[in-house]
Structure formats: structure tokens, C-alpha cells
């Protein structure tokens, strides 16, 4: 989980402090193109990845023009079903990975992300997950070469890190496998020199030139920082 750095655009300051929707403050006001704007700015602040397990998420093109977002969904980071006086505020409002589904319905199998952690945490829970608003949520956890994610074993941040990883899916196959795989893009070069590694740390750990920052970014960081 990478920390997020929220910048909540002037015009949804603008939008939200409109009287028709002070009148009506509810989710279900936010339509095109106010929806459209909000969900590239998010993905702004997350440089391109989910806010969650880190892998990429894009707009979908159309003749290399964007024209909607891609498999992602505007999330709330505290859920909508306990915490209705947050429902538009932008403090609260992620981008998650898994945002189309199945012809039925229902979320693409495996769920992981925002479609697992569904109505979880209530207000009881709130100190059981690690947010990725949380300048500190990358110590929570530990990555191995193979791909997995562990909880830290700080006996203070264990209880929120395990419910976490429990509660999003973040263990599955599907990301221990994704994960794996960009470690190995990476990180599988014979004899990396302590300059080599720094150059990649900092490569890692900033945007690109297109505003992105690498898929799985923050377990190949961890992989970095201490096992090389």
C-alpha cells in the first residue's frame, strides 16, 4: 500500500458548496461530468494505480482519445453505510481497482480490493484498517520475493495490518502472482551495486514523465529497501 497525497481540485470545492447540493448531499447527486472529472482526479493523486494493492488503473481510449475510466471504481474509504456525512467529501473518495462487472451484476472473481472490503470497517472498526491517507500505511506491511504480502510484525500496527490484508483480499493467488511478476521484471538483476539499487528506489518511489507511478510499486520498494 503506497501513501496518497490528496488534492482535492478547486472546482469540486466550487460543486460541492453549491446549494442544491448542500440541499441534497447524497452519493447519488454526482453525475457526468462532474463524476468523469473527479474520477481522473483521483487517479491523478493515485498516479495510476489502485489505492489499494497498487496495480495499474487507467482510462480506457477510443481512437487515442480517453473516454471513459477503465477497470477501476470511485471508493469510499469509510463506507457509505456508516458514514453518510462523508459520502462526497474528497478526504474519503479513492480509486479502487476491480470497477466492471460480470454480465449478472457482480464483481469479476477473484474479489479483492474495494468490491471485497464492501461495507467494512463500521465506526467499532475504524482502527482496524490501514488507509492508504495515512502517511505511515507502508510500514504496516512486508513483501517477499515470491510475491506475498505479510503483516508487519510491530505488535502495535499487526492487529489492523492482518484484518486488512483479510478483509481486501490482498493475500489472493491472483496479486501474489501480479506481484511476483513485477518484482521479477525488476529486481532479478545478478550483483545490483548499492548505486544501482538507489537509482531504482528512486525510480520506484516517483511519478513517471506520464504522471504514473509503477504497478506494485510499494512491495518492490520494500523488496529494496531491505533485502537488497
Not at 127 to 132: G, K, L, R, S, T
Not at 195 to 217: A, H, M, T, V
Request: charged share 25%; glycine share 4%.
Amino acid at each position: 500500500m503506497r501513501y496518497i497525497q490528496k488534492n482535492e481540485p478547486q472546482w469540486y470545492l466550487e460543486w460541492k458548496s453549491s446549494a442544491w447540493v448542500k440541499d441534497n448531499y447524497a452519493y447519488q447527486i454526482l453525475k457526468n461530468p462532474e463524476k468523469q472529472n473527479l474520477h481522473q482526479a483521483l487517479l491523478e493523486d493515485q498516479g495510476y494505480i489502485c489505492c489499494y494493492c497498487g496495480e495499474r488503473v487507467a482510462h480506457q481510449t477510443f481512437n487515442n482519445v480517453k473516454t471513459r475510466p477503465g477497470d477501476s471504481h470511485i471508493e469510499h474509504l469509510k463506507p457509505q453505510k456508516h458514514f453518510k456525512n462523508l459520502v462526497l467529501e474528497y478526504e474519503n473518495l479513492l480509486i479502487s481497482c476491480q470497477g466492471q462487472l460480470t454480465d449478472n451484476g457482480n464483481p469479476k472473481e477473484p474479489v479483492h480490493c474495494g468490491p471485497a472490503k464492501k461495507d467494512w470497517p463500521d465506526p467499532s472498526q475504524e482502527n482496524d484498517m490501514v488507509a492508504p491517507t495515512d502517511p505511515n500505511c507502508a510500514e504496516y506491511f512486508t513483501f517477499t520475493a515470491a510475491g506475498e504480502i505479510l503483516p508487519t510484525k510491530d505488535p502495535i500496527k499487526h492487529k489492523a495490518a492482518s484484518a486488512t490484508i483479510q478483509k481486501l483480499g490482498l493475500g489472493i493467488d491472483k496479486l501474489i502472482d501480479k506481484r511476483k511478476k513485477a518484482l521479477e521484471a525488476f529486481l532479478l538483476e545478478e550483483d545490483l551495486t548499492v548505486e544501482g539499487r538507489d537509482k531504482l528506489i528512486q525510480r520506484f518511489n516517483n511519478l513517471n514523465i506520464s504522471g504514473q507511478y509503477e504497478p506494485f510499486c510499494a512491495a518492490i520498494l520494500h523488496i529494496l529497501r531491505n533485502d537488497y
